[in-house]
């Protein structure tokens, strides 16, 4: 018995262009469920409740006085919840001035600066801490809104 006969087929059993096209098909199926079957779920993240710290700076006094704990803070560009203001610390907003030929620090006048505490769902991913939809670390600035206010915030700590 021929392995290829005359009509072209492998043992008299299937034609060699069909076997190469079933290999071509199950090797797609392999590489297809190497790449993408192995990624987790996106609800495989966990979410705890936390604390997010944040610094409001260079704002107005008007600004001061709409930042009121238990009001909910938003994303400005996509509108998603981030958590609710649990606490607040205001201050005034010192910036370096140049005096005498010297760089010093000190008070700007009508500007203030807040210190805002955040209560928050937080997931908690192995690259990192996401609220609402928004991915945070420290150092990061993220615009916010709510009914009151519109500014921007820097990240100053994540406590889980």
Partial sequence: MKIIDKRGRLFGLINVID????????????????????KAAVG????????????????REATVKNIKVGDPIYDYDKGTY?????NVEVGPHTDEVEYQGKVVR????DKFRAEIKIK?????????????????R?????????????TFMTILGIEI
């Fill in 19 to 38: 076997l190469v096209v079933i290999l071509l098909v199950l090797a797609l199926v392999v590489v297809g469920v190497k790449r993408f079957g192995t």
């Fill in 138 to 150: 420290v150092g990061s600035q993220i615009r916010i809104k709510n009914k009151n206010i519109t």
């Fill in 44 to 59: 495989d993240v966990s979410t705890k409740q936390g604390v997010v710290t944040a610094e409001i700076t260079d704002i």
């Fill in 82 to 86: 981030l958590g609710e203001i649990a």
């Fill in 106 to 109: 000190a008070e700007v006048p």
């Fill in 120 to 136: 928050a769902d937080i997931k908690d991913t192995k690259d990192f801490y996401q609220i609402g939809t928004e991915q945070v």
